[in-house]
């Protein structure tokens, strides 16, 4: 047994040394990755391309070990979320001569627009990220490059200024039905990104009471801080007869500040061309010295002929002005020392012609800021559209 055992163990010897020897393959991995620069500035208002210098550093464990060092993606991340993930390889090979070796691989990107819009709105830089790995076999190291919009438009959006006015720069309007009407919004942004809205009118048939809107046209327009955008409506309804409203409804960014409201009065007819003899409607209130609030009422003599009557308020040429002194007869004089020559109501209001008197609605004297004097008067409409009458020019303050 011992002579046999002697026999297979030489056997076994012979057989082991016969084999090749599996000797262990030299190892290399990525030990830093990082960009050049690391932060850049872009501009908030559009699409940007920045150019990155990825500085990657492989360390051999035994010389030489030649490799490939490579990052099959990009990716792009806004308040850590990635938002494009892109198949787009980089690769470098090295000899491997040195124990550590850096290799720089440059590369330009471009950030759409919207990407752009959306960093700004949630107030996040933008990151441009890579993964960086040894012939992708060793464990993958991040590097990324911190983009931050900046400049002009770089600030949260918010809209400072929302006006309206109807296509011909006028605050309301008289109409024939069938007649064509559009509405103007002018916005002051600051920030940039995207203003979200409807456009909505309240037809006759709801505005005896609180109108009831509803919308006419969705809208979501990109916009950009330190200018004027500028968004109309669609035609609005004149189908109907009596008074209308229509305003521009944001829904995003929140408005700090009440949306102004139009209104507009069709009329059964289309306006003649002759011209119609005005005659003079009689003031009965509000008392001189009174203050505009939505509980003040304003009435006067009813017309004969009267389709509607129109209760408007007007700029006062002398600017802001105190209280008025209910004994000094000042409402009477207004109209010939403090009117404003162009002729353009700040607000008003609409009225049937069977009823001569009305009080200011909340979003009516929301058009007028507080703290000031105005003028108001009232004006007469027919069938045709027509002035046929007007009162003389009050003076009246709104606390």
Do not use: C
């Not at 047994?1 to 991995?29: D, I, K, T, Y």
């Not at 308040?79 to 850096?102: F, I, M």
């Not at 109807?166 to 039905?177: H, I, N, P």
């Amino acid at each position: 047994m011992g002579a046999r055992n002697f026999r297979l163990s030489v056997a076994l010897a012979a057989a082991l040394a016969a084999m090749p020897l599996a000797l262990p393959q030299a190892e290399a991995a990525v030990i830093a990755a990082s960009s050049t620069p690391a932060r850049i500035a872009i501009s908030a208002t559009g699409p940007a391309t920045v150019t990155v210098n990825w500085r990657v550093v492989r360390q051999g464990v035994e010389l030489p070990d030649p490799g490939t060092v490579s990052s099959p993606r990009l990716r792009l991340l806004i308040g850590g979320t990635v938002v494009a993930d892109l198949p787009r390889p980089l690769a470098r090979d090295l000899p491997g001569a040195v124990a550590n070796e850096t290799v720089t691989i440059r590369e330009v990107v471009q950030i759409p627009e919207a990407l752009v819009y959306r960093a700004v709105k949630q107030g996040s830089p933008l990151r441009v990220a890579r993964d960086f790995a040894d012939n992708l076999v060793d464990t993958p190291l991040g590097a990324e490059l911190l983009v931050t919009p900046s400049g002009q438009g770089s600030a949260i959006l918010n809209v400072a200024r929302l006006a309206l006015t109807f296509d011909d720069d006028a605050r309301s309007r008289v109409l024939s039905k069938g007649s064509e009407l559009r509405a103007i919004a002018e916005l002051n942004i600051d920030g940039v990104g995207l203003v979200s809205g409807f456009w909505e009118a309240a037809s006759g048939a709801s505005t005896a009471g609180e109108p009831v809107f509803r919308p006419l046209s969705l809208v979501r327009q990109g916009v950009a801080g330190g200018g004027r955008t500028v968004i109309s409506s669609p035609r609005l309804p004149t189908s109907e007869e009596g008074t209308h409203f229509v305003r521009f409804r944001i829904t995003e960014p929140a408005l700090g500040f009440e949306a102004p409201t139009l209104q507009y009065y069709v009329t059964p007819r289309a306006p003649e061309a002759t011209s119609v003899a005005q005659r003079d409607i009689l003031l009965t209130a509000p008392r001189p010295g009174d203050s505009l609030t939505v509980e003040t009422r304003f009435a006067w003599s009813p017309l004969r002929g009267a389709e509607a009557y129109q209760l408007a308020f007007y700029a006062t040429s002398a600017g802001p002005a105190g209280p008025l002194d209910p004994s000094s007869g000042q409402q009477a004089q207004a109209g010939a020392s403090r009117a404003d020559p162009s002729g353009v109501p700040l607000a008003g209001l609409f009225v049937p012609g069977d009823r001569n008197e009305a009080s200011p609605e909340a979003f009516t004297l929301a058009q007028l800021p507080a703290d000031r004097s105005y003028l108001w008067r009232v004006l007469a409409i027919d069938a045709n559209g027509a002035v046929i009458g007007s009162s003389s020019m009050r003076e009246i303050f709104k606390p």
